[in-house]
């Protein structure tokens, strides 16, 4: 007997190339960042010393750092402090009490404090800001002294509501560094400290005195003119924009951190017979538990007892239900649907699939695309030009007119409005929300830099077995002879092919099973060499395989029907004479065809790679609609094969699941691992399908090029901005009032455009 089935799991493949030896990498909390020329200060900080790399990212708030082994982690922290800014390691999980989250370290619990005490800050600073506001912009609320109640409203504002910004530039200050704090702190201080020259020692004072708004520059004498609503009202929306950043970043995060509490907190081990409840952090590998209906599985397994239905939706998006039975592998934190369960752990702690998932999206939200490194470059150095061009327009507006009111006004409108918030928060924002969304979808995108790779990609490159089709032998039709009973035909080739473990014997046994349920008995079961089996049931010489006889023209020509379709021809016969063929095949997924259309309208040109011989793969190809095959490919030259499309100028997508796939899709441009497959494929590629469905590999290319153009988006409005603002601020067009309004919704702009991927279906 043999089988066209390619064997996906037996080549060796040469080991990638492995971390340096002589390097470690912590990573680190970041406190005190307060815009992205921050996450550039410490990360030029870090790099600085010898032999260490690394990555700061103000969205996450963390460092991911590389350092040589004389190095020491306290080192580390020492510098980012003589910088300015706090860093921790980020405290271990504490031990499960069955009830709470197991994530700590960032305030990223339900109860955030520093997200209440900003809310607070600006609850009060807009209640008083609010009445300030509306007395400078609407005249007829003017009453005598309406200005002396203006001070004593604003000044808290300014004073205690904009503490967070002067305390932060006040630290910028002693460590020689200019950030976005700065601005803000200069020109609300600057404003505030020319309204009480005004009131004290100029005309602004006098009872009776009333002013006029404007959205623009205006000229006013310099003495009778106050900005305590610009100080107050760009304090307030300054505040504003911080909460709703901070509060869009904990959104953006959810995904994560509702993915690192899916485990189940506590498991019911079986020791001597008994169950014991204990917290799944003191599960060992090899410790046997039990799992009730509805229960969630506390770590990877294997089946030992039982039956049942999982429910994988909460780690996979899959939401239909798995059977599993003994000997089977589960997954930790997919849900019992069914039976009672025992499983033996194989896997616990980081090891987990959960736990790899988690790390995966984590290490890509920790990244950097090279986009974002263009806007960090330019936060570094924006603010102290930005303090350049303020004292320029300054200087401009004073020597062009005489008007000091004139020039004050537009050089604090241009320190309010050139914040590079927006710019740091454009990539950060979208790649946590885009790969958290896609860890839901059971898609792990595992840097920054793959997104790129999914916009240029053309072709998209297929393994058949275990990608296209299931990787199991199955069943498909049955041809009985004239004069031979369908049923008993199957059931005599199912029963002497139950005692064999070949997958072509394995497939014709369940098929009958199947359809016929109880099997018979056999006797002088035998393999033969070449030809497949022999025994003997109900009284009957049964040999299944291929017999070397000639055959009757009806079964040689249904046997050579089903090697027409693709399949495998297996030949049953009793008491010397053939009687009927059996068609096996590896089954396509019902999912393939729609997953292949799914990849054409992305633009992409599938292309079908398999060791099987050229008729099986045809078959399979014309199956699911994919034009060009590529066949007898031995699991060694797959990496051939991805160089020459790439030689000719194509961009090449690899999809696999086997050891023997992981040197190709390493090679690939872009390389997707089926979830469903080995580690070292998973190891090897760029994106993660965590379930074994095709159609996932469009929905992960689309995911992918949708983060990646909100990025674009982000960049292309954060730049926009800046570079249309300071011009206006600076030509006197915008009231410092208006400008700080704009600066703090441009942040938030940027936020919630990338929370929009939270939407992807």
């Known amino acids: 007997m043999t089988s066209t089935t390619e064997d996906t799991r037996t080549a060796p493949t040469a080991p990638g190339p492995g971390p340096d030896p002589g390097l470690a990498e912590v990573e680190l909390l970041i406190g005190g960042m307060t815009c992205a020329s921050c996450a550039a200060r410490v990360e030029k900080k870090l790099n600085r010393m010898d032999g260490v790399t690394a990555t700061v990212n103000y969205a996450t708030e963390k460092a991911r750092v590389s350092y040589p082994a004389t190095t020491r982690v306290a080192d580390l922290i020492a510098t980012v402090v003589k910088t300015g800014y706090t860093a921790e390691e980020p405290a271990p999980p504490e031990p499960s009490d069955g009830s709470g989250s197991r994530e700590s370290g960032s305030g990223e619990g339900d109860d955030d404090p520093e997200l209440s005490a900003l809310g607070q800050r600006l609850l009060v600073s807009v209640l008083l800001a609010a009445p300030v506001v509306l007395l400078a912009m609407v005249p007829a609320l003017q009453f005598d002294n309406w200005q002396w109640l203006s001070l004593t409203l604003a000044a808290p504002v300014v004073v205690w509501g904009g503490l967070p910004f002067h305390r932060a530039a006040w630290t910028g200050l002693r460590h020689g560094a200019a950030t976005m704090d700065t601005l803000v702190s200069l ?163 980081a090891d987990t699939r959960l736990a790899r998932m988690a790390k995966l999206v984590e290490d890509a939200q920790s990244g950097k695309a090279e986009v974002q490194r263009l806007a960090d470059r330019i936060s570094g150095v924006f603010v102290p030009v930005v303090l350049v061009i303020a004292v320029a327009t300054f200087g401009g507006w004073l020597g062009a007119t005489g008007d000091t009111v004139a020039a004050f006004t537009a050089a604090v409108a241009v320190l309010i409005i050139a914040c590079p918030c927006a710019l740091g928060l454009a990539t950060p924002t979208a790649l946590l929300v885009g790969t958290g969304r896609g860890a839901q979808l059971g898609i792990l995108i595992k840097g920054p830099e793959v997104l790129e790779s999914t916009r240029r990609v053309d072709t998209v490159v297929l393994d058949k077995t275990g990608t296209v089709t299931t990787g199991r032998m199955t069943l498909h039709e049955v041809y ?282």
Do not use: C
């Open 187 to 349: 020109g609300t201080l600057a404003a505030f400290g020319w309204s009480l020259w005004a009131l004290f020692f100029g005309d602004a004072g006098m009872p009776g005195m009333r002013h006029g708004f404007d959205l623009t520059v205006s000229r006013t004498d310099g003495a009778s003119a106050i900005y305590l609503e610009a100080a107050a009202g760009v304090t307030a929306f300054l505040l504003l924009g911080r909460w709703l950043e901070a509060r869009s970043k904990r959104r953006a995060g959810a995904a994560l951190r509702a993915l690192m509490e899916l485990g189940a907190k506590d498991v019911a081990v079986l020791r001597d017979g008994r169950e014991t409840r204990i917290p799944v952090d003191r599960l060992a590998v090899g410790d046997r538990f039990v799992v009730r209906p509805g229960e969630k599985i506390a770590t990877d397994g294997t089946v030992t007892e039982g039956a049942s239905a999982v429910d994988a939706s909460l780690l996979t998006g899959e939401s239909v239900p798995v059977d599993v039975t003994v000997g089977d592998t589960v997954t930790g934190a997919t849900v019992n649907a069914g039976g009672r369960l025992v499983v033996e752990a194989t896997r616990v702690g």
């Open 480 to 761: 009985a002879a004239e004069g031979t009973d369908e049923e008993e035909l199957l059931r005599l080739a199912g029963a002497a092919e139950h005692a064999s473990e070949h997958p072509v014997a394995r497939a014709v046994a369940a098929g009958a099973e199947e359809r016929l349920g109880t099997l018979p008995g056999v006797e002088d079961f035998a393999n033969v060499p070449g030809r497949g089996v022999r025994a003997r049931v109900a009284g009957r010489e049964v040999t299944v395989g291929r017999l070397n006889d000639v055959l009757p023209p009806e079964v040689a020509r249904a046997a050579d029907e089903a090697e027409r379709n693709g399949r495998t021809a297996v030949v049953v016969g009793w008491d010397g004479q053939a009687r009927g063929v059996l068609a096996v095949a590896d089954a396509v997924k019902d999912t393939s065809a729609e997953a292949v259309a799914g990849l054409r309208r992305l633009g992409l040109a599938p292309v079908l790679l398999t060791g099987d011989n050229r008729r099986v793969a045809e078959s399979v190809a014309t199956a699911v609609g994919i034009g060009e095959v590529i066949a007898e490919v031995l699991p060694e030259d797959k990496v051939a094969v991805v160089e020459r499309l790439r030689a000719e100028g194509r961009t090449v997508a690899m999809v696999g699941d086997g050891v023997n796939d992981a040197a190709a899709l390493a090679t690939a441009d872009l390389g997707l691992a089926m979830g469903t497959g080995t580690d070292a494929a998973i190891e090897a590629s760029d994106l993660t399908l965590v379930r074994g469905d095709l159609r996932v590999a469009a929905d992960a290319i689309r995911l992918s090029r949708r983060t990646l153009a909100t990025i674009k988006g982000n960049l292309v409005w954060a730049f926009g901005y800046n570079v249309a603002a300071l011009p206006l601020a600076a030509a006197g067009l915008l009231n410092p009032m208006i400008a700080g309004a704009a600066m703090a919704f441009s942040s938030v702009f940027v936020v919630t455009n990338s929370l929009r991927l939270r939407t992807f279906r």
